[in-house]
């Protein structure tokens, strides 16, 4: 992992028809402050995403293996309730895609990559990120809030030594360790885990492993407030999609602001 792959260097993002339409408010803001190649994941976008993709970078389809099949039916009833109280009904059909992540991971054409979800603003330059890949294991990531933490182990849903990672932004080489660790924690252990970040977390823990951490203003959660000084400011939950419809619906009465897929 010498210096000379340094110059590898990019972002990936994924969409479903389900989130395309932030694809524009995404782009708008990560452009303001860079200019590292993105590579597009297509988990099943329209026709108009697809070329508003491909105008702006690559856009791959991943390769899922069929055994990765997370239903509803291999959860046990009472924890497929606490997941249901937790994020909605709708839990089930976003596990599928959720755990579709690492794959996209490992085959992220970067050596150096920068994962960064559609919800996350990005709001200064995003290069400072590389500098915390360092091995072992050659990927960083940020906690979750200490508070959401407290709360999950409450319910048992996180041991008490264990750490709840974010999956929404990691910065990683392509040869780190880890990703097929979260792969096979994934393949065989869905029903165990409400995402793909409660998977790589869970396997962190089994396996003693402790990441390079992020600072949290690099994947600062909404749910502590504003803050002037976050690199990345992740607008997750359904809240936070009704704020970037705001910021979008906003955006759009300015001259010359593009929101929507015209290329």
């Known amino acids: 992992m010498g210096s000379s792959c340094i110059v590898h260097q990019g972002?990936?993002?994924?969409?479903?028809?389900?989130?395309?339409?932030?694809?524009?408010?995404?782009?708008?803001?990560?452009?303001?402050?860079?200019?590292?190649?993105?590579?597009?994941?297509?988990l099943g976008i329209s026709s108009q995403a697809k070329a508003w993709c491909k105008g702006r970078g690559e856009l791959l389809s991943p390769s899922i293996p069929s055994t990765l099949d997370p239903k509803k039916e291999d959860v046990s009833p009472p924890l497929a309730a606490t997941w249901e109280q937790l994020i909605?009904?709708?839990?089930?059909?976003?596990?599928?895609?959720?755990?579709?992540?690492?794959?996209?991971?490992?085959?992220?054409?970067?050596?150096?990559?920068?994962w960064i979800d559609l919800d996350c603003e990005v709001r200064s330059c995003i290069e400072p990120l590389f500098s915390y890949v360092q091995p072992p294991l050659y990927l960083a990531l940020a906690?979750?809030?200490?508070?959401?933490?407290?709360?999950?182990?409450?319910?048992?849903?996180?041991?008490?030594?264990?750490?709840?990672?974010?999956?929404?932004?990691?910065?990683?080489?392509?040869?780190?360790?880890?990703?097929?660790?979260?792969?096979?924690?994934?393949?065989?252990?869905?029903?165990?885990?409400?995402?793909?970040?409660?998977?790589?977390?869970?396997?962190?823990f089994l396996q003693g492993y402790i990441p390079s951490e992020i600072p949290s203003t690099y994947n600062?959660?909404?749910?502590?407030?504003?803050?002037?000084?976050?690199?990345?400011?992740?607008w997750h939950g359904q809240k936070g999609k009704t704020l970037i419809r705001e910021q979008i619906n906003q955006l759009s009465r300015l001259p010359f602001m593009q929101m929507s897929f015209c290329l």
Request: hydrophobic share 45%.
């Open 11 to 42: 972002v990936i993002v994924a969409a479903s028809h389900h989130i395309e339409w932030m694809l524009p408010w995404w782009w708008y803001h990560y452009t303001l402050h860079n200019t590292l190649p993105v590579a597009f994941f297509d």
């Open 88 to 114: 909605g009904s709708g839990v089930w059909d976003i596990r599928k895609h959720w755990f579709k992540k690492p794959f996209l991971f490992q085959t992220s054409p970067f050596a150096y990559t920068l």
């Open 143 to 204: 906690q979750e809030p200490a508070l959401l933490q407290e709360g999950l182990r409450a319910l048992k849903l996180l041991a008490q030594s264990e750490v709840l990672y974010n999956s929404g932004v990691i910065s990683y080489h392509k040869d780190s360790p880890l990703l097929s660790l979260w792969v096979q924690e994934v393949l065989t252990c869905h029903h165990k885990h409400i995402g793909d970040q409660e998977a790589l977390s869970h396997r962190l």
């Open 220 to 234: 600062w959660d909404r749910g502590l407030g504003p803050n002037p000084e976050a690199h990345i400011f992740h």
